[in-house]
């Protein structure tokens, strides 16, 4: 069975209808990727799965339950956890304190272990821990987002954009620590832009195209022409 189903979801901005019959499945300990070009409509997925939007139509099934129109703080606690765009983290605290910020339910012991498996993966935060995060560097405060993301111990994980506005060496890096996540068996659903790296970090990949899925297939057998091809809406069939 599947972690997460998303069954053929329609989601309405007022009159605009932004996703068109939208399917997505996640197997639990795999890395899935959403690509897509600006305004495809992967944060709308994103933001609909953790409960910031309601689809119009069909159902949404997380764990075996139908998690479609509740609360994100619901659905949070039914183990899904979202690293926003943008990597937003309260300013003005430290970075420890976000971080323990996601794991408030947790008893201390159990807060602290976590702490520790956060600053093992990136050592940069636990130098930086004292410090308040309104300092941090972009790379940093996406580690920080994941960090905080980790700390809620999910079931999945869901990243939005996590390469936005990095330089190159900082997103490789960021992908490794991804990929030591994912070696834990931590189910992952990821937004990535840049086609090549989509394909290289995930398990499966599904290619978003004005509100709808033109393209899916596990990533080591798409190929990178024709999934660039489905990302700008060409019709690859027509020649
Ligand atoms: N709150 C909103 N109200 C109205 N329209 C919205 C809203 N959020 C997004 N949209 C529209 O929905 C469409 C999909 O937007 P979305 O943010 O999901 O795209 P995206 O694929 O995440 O793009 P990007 O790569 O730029 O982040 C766009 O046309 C956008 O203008
Ligand atoms: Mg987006």
């Known amino acids: 069975m599947s972690l997460l189903e998303v069954n053929h979801i329609d989601v ?31 944060s709308t997925i994103m933001n609909t799965i953790c409960g910031l939007n309601k689809p119009t139509k069909g159902d949404i099934i997380f ?6 129109g509740k609360k994100p703080n619901q659905i949070a606690r039914l183990g899904l956890s979202m690293a926003p765009e943008g990597s937003h983290c ?13 794991a408030y339910l947790a008893k201390k012991d159990e807060r602290m272990q976590r702490l520790e498996n956060v600053y093992k993966l990136f050592p940069i935060l636990k130098e930086k ?18 960090g905080r993301g980790i700390m ?12 936005l506005g990095l330089a ?11 990929k030591e996540i994912a070696d834990t068996g931590l189910t992952m659903l990821i937004v990535e832009q840049d086609v090549n790296r989509s394909l290289k970090s995930s398990d499966y ?8 899925i033109v393209m899916q297939g596990k990533s080591k057998e798409l ?17």
């Open 205 to 212: 990949a599904y290619v978003v195209l004005e509100g709808k």
């Open 63 to 68: 764990d075996g339950q139908n998690i479609a």
């Open 12 to 42: 309405h901005y007022g009159d605009f209808l932004a996703l068109k019959d939208v399917s997505i499945h996640v197997e639990p300990g795999t890395i899935v990727s959403l690509i897509g070009a600006n305004g495809a409509g992967k």
């Open 129 to 146: 821990a004292n410090q308040m995060s309104t300092f941090l560097s972009g790379g940093q405060r996406q580690m920080l987002a994941i």
């Open 168 to 178: 190159p060496v900082v997103i490789n890096d960021i992908y490794e620590k991804l």
């Open 90 to 102: 309260f300013e003005r605290m430290t970075v420890q304190d976000n971080l323990l910020m996601g």
């Open 152 to 163: 809620t111990q999910p079931k999945i994980l869901l990243c939005d954009e996590i390469s």
């Open 223 to 239: 190929s990178v022409d024709e999934v660039n091809d489905a990302y700008f809406g060409i019709n690859t069939f027509s020649h």
